[in-house]
């Protein structure tokens, strides 16, 4: 069996805290053509060293941003200092299993890009355990998560960037990551699934570690306090459906000008971007209300629940003329 070598992407800022357990997790992977890429956006804390001591100990390379320029933008630039036939996309934080490139190699077959489950989670208090709030997104994946999704993509990212693996093929496509994508992890699957498609495998490879320092942390122990009526009321929720539509909005305009879409997929993005409309121009509100019903089952998140949802988001969201027109 062939061994190409891939290329660990590795992104990160402020990490000393758990970065040393994950980059020994990835250089105890069984797979033995592998190198680790990182570069680092201005930490302060002790990142930048302990990449040093691997670079000197284990071959790493790396490089430090002079300023921050968020999560997307220094993934891509890691992703840029790839060499290898295939790239993993590494967080910080997390602790891969052992055979975790072996198997995603294994298991890559004749698509772009794969990626696996989420899982297994470590609590902040060090207890591992199967977290079953992600189960309704394995389904999703298992059902419309292989092959060419790019419909559902469009509405939704699903992929989640740890555990993916693609081909290096997919970077003279994705670079430089869109500055309207937050993760690199949604743009990079995108265009997987517009090239040659991409493969959920049901397995959990890494631990995702959650703590309060993570970008993506949600103590479970303080839910978020739901207030719909207050919010409608108040203009929180208006206010907060304008600020999506904007962002939306712009992440689909970028996706329309660098993704080559097949002409069904070119439509159902201006369908998206009619849904959109109720937050950035008056008197959308209805024609996003309807644009809602067409795109409602394309989100990842509402699949399993009331898609009346996404229309209503929409209508609520434009009512009562606060719309800012971007024309």
Not at 98 to 105: D, M, N, S, T
Not at 229 to 236: E, F, H, R
Not at 240 to 249: K, L, P, Q, S, V
Request: net charge neutral; with cysteine; hydrophobic share 40%.
């Amino acid at each position: 069996m062939s061994t190409p070598l891939v290329s660990v992407a590795l992104a990160t800022y402020q990490g000393e805290r758990f970065l040393r357990e994950q980059l020994e997790t990835i250089y105890a992977q069984t797979w033995p053509n592998l190198e680790v890429v990182a570069t680092d956006d201005a930490s302060r804390d002790g990142t930048v060293s302990i990449l040093a001591e691997y670079a000197e100990r284990r071959g790493l390379r790396y490089e430090v941003n002079p300023q921050n320029v968020g999560i997307a933008q220094n993934f891509g630039r890691a992703l840029a200092l790839c060499r290898g036939d295939l790239v993993a996309l590494a967080d910080q934080d997390d602790l891969w299993k052992p055979h975790k490139i072996a198997r995603l190699v294994e298991a890559v077959g004749d698509a772009t890009l794969i990626y696996c489950s989420i899982g297994e989670v470590i609590e902040p208090d060090g207890e591992r355990r199967m977290d079953p709030s992600h189960e309704p997104s394995f389904r999703f994946a298992r059902v419309h998560g292989s092959g060419r999704p790019v419909r559902y993509l469009l509405a939704e990212n699903f992929v989640v960037s740890h555990s993916m693996l693609f081909r290096r093929e997919l970077l003279d496509l994705a670079l430089p990551i869109p500055e309207t994508f937050f993760y690199p992890d949604g743009w990079l699957a995108l265009l997987a699934a517009c090239r040659g498609g991409i493969r959920f495998l049901d397995e959990p490879l890494q631990t995702y570690r959650r703590h309060p320092e993570s970008f993506t942390y949600k103590d479970p122990a303080k839910p978020t306090e739901r207030r719909p009526l207050a919010d409608l009321w108040n203009g929180s929720f208006r206010t907060a459906w304008r600020a999506t539509c904007r962002r939306e909005t712009a992440r689909l305009r970028d996706v329309a000008q660098r993704v080559p879409l097949a002409p069904a997929e070119r439509d159902f993005l201006e369908r998206l971007l009619a849904y959109y409309a109720s937050g950035l121009a008056r008197g959308s509100a209805w024609r996003s209300f309807r644009a809602g019903f067409d795109v409602a089952s394309y989100h990842s998140t509402l699949h399993e629940r009331s898609r009346w949802r996404v229309p209503l988001r929409a209508l609520i969201g434009g009512l009562n003329g606060h719309g800012e027109s971007e024309r």
